[in-house]
């Protein structure tokens, strides 16, 4: 397989389900690409359980929105994921950094 840009944005996808889930998601990885599951992921089944669950509505929709994208970037088809420009944009977006 050649190393491509796709290759850097499925790697970013699995380090910031990396750090949501303070262990290696080699399991969540597995099961998004077995089945359609992967769509079906949610906060409470993939945050690091030595953390309390986010009481702020802002900071849970945030890191709702960074689960999403850590799946875009790890769609099982190259073509479909994005792009890490697209990526950057996508959480400047969401921070209200542009």
């Known amino acids: 397989m050649a190393v491509t840009e796709k290759c850097d944005v499925y790697s970013f996808g699995v380090l910031v389900l990396e750090v949501l ?5 080699g399991e969540v990885i597995s099961s998004m690409n077995s089945s359609s599951l992967g769509q079906g992921i ?6 690091d359980h030595r953390l309390s669950f986010p009481v702020n509505q802002k900071i849970e929709d945030d890191l709702n929105a960074i689960l999403k994208l850590s ?5 099982a088809d190259p073509k479909t994921r994005p792009t890490m420009h697209d990526v950057s944009l996508l959480l400047e977006i969401r921070t209200g950094h542009n």
């Not at 949610?42 to 945050?47: A, F, N, S, Y």
């Not at 799946?71 to 769609?75: E, F, M, P, S």
């Open 21 to 25: 889930m303070g262990t290696h998601p």
């Open 71 to 75: 799946q875009l970037c790890l769609c």
């Open 42 to 47: 949610k906060l409470e089944d993939v945050l």
